[in-house]
């Protein structure tokens, strides 16, 4: 029988090989994971939980929130607060950052997060997730320590110490970086732990499948256009090759499938929302994602730039995305830099 690999070995012998993962921010990743169980429990008993369904209630961007959205937000709080790994956590669901009470110690790291990615999903039994990103809190002297505030959190993408997310689908599977490359754990329900079971995710750098709501495709920019409508056109056009669709409208299992068979997704600005730059959300969504598709060796831009350098001005700031297998991020992102 092969050697079953847990969440905790693969985290210490990633410290022993690149000496990376202080013991916080170690134990930080395992109570996200422990929080995502959690999740996940409540998501499979569905209707048998009551947990389906609208919450009566709005989040700060004015989206209605499900009752799923609540539990997970409460669990990764709760889970996260005592530990004294964090300073302090935001959320996709709260109009501003959680500070750790003062009853708890106040650790150096700052945890970022959608608690329920792709909810309109929930009631409908599809897979959703939880996507997660860990920044260091800055600290410019080391003697004095400064109250911690939403501006510490405004760090471009290259700095997240740690990135992840789980998916709640068939299997429910945890896939996480720590700068050192991408790795799958699936959730061993019986024995209630993480088991390493794909170690250092590659994605094609090469597709044929897309992923982007064609609902939309009367808003799109020129780029977009161009460049979808040069797949389906297939083998009789410029690119010579057909290419299929998948859309989940979960980005948490559209890119799962990036990173398990390759392909693009888009969440491209669009005219609905013209001084929007684009629905999904930098700090809990697109970097965090950026993250593992880069150390997965694909790319992730916003049309013309790395999503990952692009400097935040808000937590809950919006971006476009285009992400997945690299040659075809990099031409669509061409696309966009040709027509500016
Ligand atoms: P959510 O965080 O409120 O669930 O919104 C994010 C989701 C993404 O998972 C998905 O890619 C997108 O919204 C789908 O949006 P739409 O169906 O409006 O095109
Ligand atoms: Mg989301």
Redesign the pocket.
């Known amino acids: 029988m092969t050697k079953r690999v847990s969440l905790t070995q693969y985290l210490v012998e990633q410290q022993r090989e690149h000496g990376q993962i202080p013991a916080q921010l170690r134990l930080l990743i395992e109570v996200v994971a422990r929080a995502c169980k959690r999740i996940a429990i409540s998501v499979n008993k569905g209707a048998l939980g009551e947990v389906l369904g609208s919450a009566g209630s709005e989040n700060v961007q004015g ?1 209605v929130q499900k009752k799923l959205d609540i539990i997970s937000n409460e669990v990764l709080i709760e889970a996260n607060e005592w530990g004294g790994h964090l300073a302090a956590m935001a959320s ?1 669901e709260m109009d501003s950052i959680h500070v750790v009470p003062n009853r708890y110690p106040q650790g150096e790291y700052l945890l970022m997060f ?1 608690p329920l ?4 999903n929930i009631d409908v039994n599809v897979s959703i997730g939880t996507i997660f990103s860990v920044l260091k809190k800055p600290n410019d002297d080391p003697n004095v320590i400064e109250p911690v505030s939403e501006a510490d959190f405004l760090q471009p993408g290259h700095q997240q110490a740690a990135a992840g997310y789980c998916v709640y689908g068939p299997q429910t599977t945890l896939v996480l970086t720590v700068g050192h490359g991408v790795a799958m754990f699936t959730l061993d329900r019986e024995q209630g732990s993480w088991v390493l079971t794909t170690d250092k995710v590659e994605i094609p750098a090469d597709t044929k499948e897309f992923a982007i ?1 064609m609902s ?1 495709m009367r808003h799109w920019a020129p780029p977009v256009s161009r460049y979808i409508s040069e797949c389906l056109a297939g083998k009789e056009g410029v690119r010579g090759k057909d290419f299929n669709m998948r859309w989940v ?4 299992a ?1 890119v799962h499938r990036i990173m398990t068979r390759g392909g693009i997704f888009m ?1 491209p600005w669009d005219k609905r929302e013209p001084t929007k730059p684009g ?2 959300r930098l700090m809990y ?1 697109a970097n965090p994602m950026a993250f593992l598709i880069e150390q997965a060796g694909g790319m992730a831009t916003n049309g013309t730039e790395r999503i990952m350098d692009l400097p935040p001005t808000k937590l809950h700031e919006r971006v476009s995305v285009i992400l997945g297998s690299k040659n075809e991020v990099q031409r669509v992102t061409d696309y966009h830099k040709e027509a500016a």
């Open positions: 989206e996709e959608d990615d792709g909810s309109s709501n939309n409208a979960s980005m948490v559209d969440y629905k999904l969504e």
